[in-house]
């Protein structure tokens, strides 16, 4: 999905979901993921290539944008694509750091120990013992 479906960040401050799709986070359940990963896990047996993801998030006041990005990972990794969070320290609406109730801020990291930033570092935890 494409942020250009729902009007980039002009359109993501009040945003429930890609209008006229009744897509949310909240539709997104982990078998909706695996089924848009599948592509890429294909592409990747056929040509013996990694993958990597590099732009993904959720944004911090969305409704279960938390288990949107716990599902996004959960999938990669039993998948074996690669990934890097998007934003750890940019734009505050994609930034684990802070709250989904926090004003907007230019400060690189917000301090708060959010759920996201709890399901990042799960998993971060994960790939260091590999």
């Not at 896990?41 to 938390?66: P, Y």
């Not at 990669?76 to 802070?98: C, D, L, Q």
């Amino acid at each position: 999905m494409s942020p250009f479906d729902w009007g980039l960040l002009q359109g993501l401050k009040n945003w429930d979901g890609v209008p006229g799709t009744g897509i949310t986070y909240s539709t997104y359940d982990i078998n909706r993921v695996r089924q848009q990963v599948h592509i890429i896990t294909e592409f990747m047996q056929w040509t013996q290539l990694k993958v990597i993801i590099t732009e993904f998030g959720a944004l911090r006041w969305a409704k279960d944008s938390d288990k949107y990005l716990n599902h996004l990972i959960a999938v990669f990794e039993e998948r074996k694509v690669e990934w890097i969070f998007h934003s750890m320290a940019g734009w505050n609406g994609w930034n684990p750091t802070f709250t989904a109730d926090r004003e907007e801020s230019q400060e690189p990291h917000g301090g708060d120990e959010t759920p996201a930033l709890q399901i990042l570092k799960h998993y971060w935890q994960l790939n260091q013992q590999e």
